[in-house]
């Protein structure tokens, strides 16, 4: 106690330290994703699904963080001005790992997609790869304490691509993803702090962005 008191470490560089591996693995394995369903290849949609699943140790070690850095921010004078950064980030991480299954949903749909060699459009790659440099940019600007709109401009040109895919025409397992994808979307928006009505209506509004572009240009 007096340790935490006289020497309390930064709580966000601790964190910023144990959830960097996540969203780095969580935005590579979306890539994965997204260029296994460009080339076609089905084993690379698995392993990603896979590796996705093995998250577990990590979210763990994060957690532990993040309740070390609240009981910093609590009873650390010093870190007391870091309150309000570590609920934003503990509000982020819930969100988090919603994307995460939501991202293996992703993957697991799209590895069906190749195996009964369902049509692929190039924006259903480009809307998975988008929602990765989602992933990476929503990192960067909570380690620094930067607004987060570009983030959520991201997020609406992923599902804007995936409208796009739509309006293209999709089966079964693409339809699937996405859901899935939108789904993931929502939550990300979520973990940016949007509200849940905000989040599900910018969703939307992309989605039917993507399908009227596509439209109107055919």
């Not at 394995?29 to 093995?54: F, K, N, P, Y």
């Not at 532990?64 to 609920?87: H, K």
Request: charged content about 30%; proline content about 3%.
């Amino acid at each position: 106690m007096v340790v935490v008191l006289l020497l309390p470490l930064n709580p966000m560089r601790i964190l910023d330290r144990d959830a960097a591996p996540i969203y780095r693995c969580l935005a590579d394995q979306l890539r994965e994703v997204s260029m296994a369903l460009d080339t076609r290849d089905q084993q690379r949609a698995i392993h990603a699904l896979d590796t996705l699943r093995g998250l577990g140790p990590d979210l763990s070690r994060m957690h532990q963080s993040l309740n070390g850095a609240q009981e910093v921010v609590s009873l650390a004078p010093a870190r007391w001005r870091r309150r309000e950064d570590v609920e934003r980030f503990a509000g982020a991480t819930l969100y988090l790992e919603r994307v995460i299954e939501h991202c293996r949903g992703v993957a697991r749909r799209s590895a069906m997609a190749l195996e009964y060699q369902e049509r692929v459009p190039a924006a259903l790659c480009a809307g998975v790869g988008g929602l990765a440099d989602a992933v990476e940019l929503l990192r960067r600007e909570h380690r620094s304490a930067r607004h987060v709109g570009k983030t959520q401009q991201k997020i609406a040109d992923a599902v804007e691509a995936a409208g796009r895919a739509r309006a293209q025409g999709l089966d079964e397992f693409g339809e699937a993803v996405v859901t899935q994808l939108r789904t993931a979307a929502s939550d990300l928006l979520r973990a940016t702090g949007a509200d849940p009505t905000t989040a599900n209506r910018a969703v939307r509004a992309s989605i039917k962005r993507g399908e009227d572009s596509e439209r109107g240009g055919a």
